[in-house]
């Protein structure tokens, strides 16, 4: 199965970015991509001082940027996981921050809302995820093709044990908003941690560089095999990266080394 991770710079304008999304999945699908993977924030990265940057936000499975979405999944016939998008939940002013997986047939697959929300503050920039959105509560997987998939978002990267309740899993997908400070000191790292611990795939895909809003965040996407190796890499900017995921590789890592059959805890 190929996989392609979109890696965007985007801007306070959700439909530039919707459109830039839909030109990035027919470029990825035209170089037969099963699976295709957009960023955290794909739909809108803005000023958090801007007042109304949640006026976007749908109920879960309504909504314009939805109902595009699942269009986009259809013409290209391929599973697209919409990195992140805000959707509303029980308490006013507060949302989830969900990744939206569709089929090709434009249903929706199933949808994760972030569980581990991100705190950062180094004297420079300041993050709280928390003033604005509420945490999921629920580890979410799915199969594409054969393959068990697991979702995650982000800053969920630095919690190993969300990963382990997955199970056995083949693949990992993590869109990010990973900033720079923080993606130069461990993006790579952990990518490639979780991928060696986990014995699958691992699939990071990154908002890229100086953002219209101010914001800066680390790019450099990657796709990691179970052994941990890097099979496609990319900077900064706009970037579209593959590579082809194989049950087979699976099999050789877990064989060679059965470490998932030595667990303890």
């Known amino acids: 199965m190929k996989v392609a991770a979109l890696q965007m710079l985007s801007v306070p304008d959700w439909q530039m970015n919707l459109s830039t999304a839909a030109r990035l999945i027919k470029e990825a699908a035209s ?8 960023p955290e ?8 001082e801007l007042k109304d940057r949640f006026a976007i936000a749908e109920e879960l499975g ?4 939805q109902t595009e979405l699942a269009r986009l999944a259809v ?38 809302n972030k569980i581990h929300l991100f705190k950062f503050n180094d004297g420079v920039v300041a993050y709280d995820e928390g003033v604005n959105f509420v945490a999921g509560d629920k580890v979410i997987c799915c199969e594409i ?27 990992i997908l993590l869109p990010s908003a990973f900033t720079y400070q923080t993606g130069l000191a461990h993006w790579e790292l952990l990518a ?21 809003s101010g914001r800066k965040t680390y790019g450099h996407s990657l796709i990691c095999d179970p052994w941990g190796e890097v099979l496609a890499s990319c900077a900064e ?9 194989s049950s087979l590789r699976l099999q050789e890592v ?9 667990r303890k805890l």
């Open 41 to 48: 924030f794909f739909i809108q990265i803005c000023a958090p």
């Open 145 to 171: 093709d054969g393959f068990k998939v697991g979702l995650s978002i982000c800053y969920d990267l630095r919690f190993p044990e969300l990963f382990r309740v997955m199970g056995v899993v083949d693949v």
């Open 192 to 212: 490639r941690a979780r991928a060696v611990e986990n014995q699958c795939y691992f699939v990071a895909v990154n908002q890229g560089g100086e953002h219209e």
């Open 62 to 65: 309504n909504g314009v940027i």
């Open 75 to 112: 013409e290209h016939q391929v599973y697209l996981l919409a990195g992140s998008i805000p959707l509303k939940s029980a308490i006013m002013d507060k949302y989830y921050n969900a990744a939206l997986m569709y089929a090709p047939d434009g249903n929706l697959l199933c949808a994760y």
């Open 254 to 262: 877990r064989s060679k080394l059965p470490a998932l059959e030595h």
């Open 237 to 245: 900017g706009e970037q579209i990266i593959y590579a082809e995921l």
């Open 31 to 38: 170089n037969s991509a099963r699976l295709v993977v957009l």
